[in-house]
């Protein structure tokens, strides 16, 4: 199994900039890939960015050229930083890492998802 918690979230101004940190523990030697998503108010969930275990990143386009994912393998750390944030970035932010189980069926583990909110 594989634990995550996120670290960073609060409030900051259109425009302004936040860091999301996640620090991953349990058996991480078998995750697979990592990402950030993330659920507004009254919304479904979205993925936001990832890294594949091929090392491929990814972004959700309306965060592209904003955002960017980082991952430190020797401190089993994960971040996000997120640059000219907009009112529509508010939401509650969850990292995610996926792991193979003796099934060999991908099981996707999360943290307890942080408070993100972009208002002046």
């Known amino acids: 199994q594989v634990q995550l918690v996120e670290s960073g979230g609060g409030l900051v101004q259109p425009g302004g900039s936040l860091r999301l940190s996640c620090v991953i523990s349990?058996?991480?030697?078998?995750?697979?890939?990592v990402g950030w998503h993330r659920q507004a108010e009254g919304k479904q969930r979205e993925l936001v960015a990832s890294?594949?275990?091929?090392?491929?990143?990814h972004y959700s386009d309306s965060v592209k050229g904003r955002f960017t994912i980082s991952r430190d393998y020797a401190k089993n750390t994960m971040d996000l930083q997120m640059s000219s944030l907009k009112p529509e970035d508010t939401a509650v932010y969850y990292c995610?890492?996926?792991?193979?189980?003796?099934?060999?069926?991908?099981?996707?583990?999360w943290g307890q998802g942080i408070q993100v909110t972009v208002s002046s």
């Open positions: 995610y890492a996926t792991v193979y189980g003796r099934d060999g069926l991908l099981d996707t583990y």
């Open positions: 890294i594949s275990s091929g090392g491929n990143y």
């Open positions: 349990g058996n991480t030697a078998d995750i697979n890939g």
